[in-house]
């Protein structure tokens, strides 16, 4: 089995401090996808110490902002940083590894693409808005390089974006917010009904509403489950065939959270 988790960590010095290190322990992913690093290389290493991962981080050009990783037990043969596009906002939020895995019966490893990715919130009527469509344009144009490829790959992460009404507890009052707009969820449909994506969250996760990944701290937001599902895991169909179950780690309680996002994680049979 091979268990793949993804989750925001909303600063990976804060995660540790609320008690990351012990979620770690017990759950033992073999590869660990964040978002919201905000750290450098060097204390990304202090949290995940070679010799248990192997890492792979695009640090933020902005100091104390974004930054994604992927943290993994296996060999990566290959690492892509970055989706090109030379916008500063655009860094600290996409990066991929290729890794290889054992085959059961003898056969050669399999090689799978993993990606963690931390899109834009945006801010309605603000440049930041512009910048996340601008952004999701260039992701979907890497999404179907992926999907053309064939193969094993998984791209996950926090897209801020609930795709349909049972992906968000509130949806009557969010019809104009950012995170829940027409436009934006346009994009996840492309990747799922064009590029041929799974959203493994929903297939394994049941109808809904929820599974929720992500609750305000403010307010009792997590303690009534008024929360978005935002965080993912898309599949290509071949791997995608291979998963045998999702689960969101939410914490027993409000003051047991290492962020303000759970993890999602899914196992794979390979």
């Given amino acids: 089995m091979l268990s793949i988790a993804t989750v925001n960590v909303n600063g990976i010095r804060a995660a540790f401090r609320r008690g990351m290190g012990d979620w770690l322990e017990s759950r033992k992913p073999d590869v660990l996808l964040l978002q919201e690093v905000r750290a450098s290389d060097e204390i990304l290493a202090d949290h995940l110490p070679a010799g248990e991962w192997h890492l792979a981080h695009e640090e933020s050009q902005t100091k104390g902002r974004s930054g994604v990783a992927i943290a993994t037990r296996l060999p990566m043969s290959a690492i892509r940083i970055g989706l090109g596009t030379g916008v500063p906002g655009d860094s600290g939020r996409w990066v991929e590894a290729d890794l290889e895995i054992a085959s059961h019966d003898g056969a050669p490893p399999r090689t799978v693409t993993v990606v963690s990715t931390y899109v834009h919130s945006g801010t309605l009527n603000t440049p930041s808005m512009d910048e996340k469509f601008a952004f999701l344009e260039v992701m979907t144009a890497r999404l179907a390089e992926i999907s053309a490829a064939g193969g094993y790959a998984v791209v996950a992460g926090d897209v801020n974006i609930a795709h349909r009404e049972p992906d968000i507890k ?89 962020s303000d996002h759970a993890p999602l994680v899914v196992e794979y049979d390979l």
């Fill in 170 to 258: 509130n949806w009557k009052g969010n019809l104009t917010s950012a995170g829940f707009l027409p436009a934006e969820r346009a994009y996840l449909d492309r990747w799922l009904d064009d590029l041929g994506w799974r959203d493994l969250g929903r297939e394994l996760g049941g109808e809904g509403p929820g599974p929720f990944t992500w609750w305000s701290w403010r307010g009792k937001a997590f303690d009534n489950d008024a929360g978005w599902r935002i965080d993912y895991q898309f599949a290509t169909p071949d791997l995608a065939d291979a998963a045998v179950s999702a689960t969101v780690d939410r914490a027993a309680t409000y003051d047991a959270r290492f």
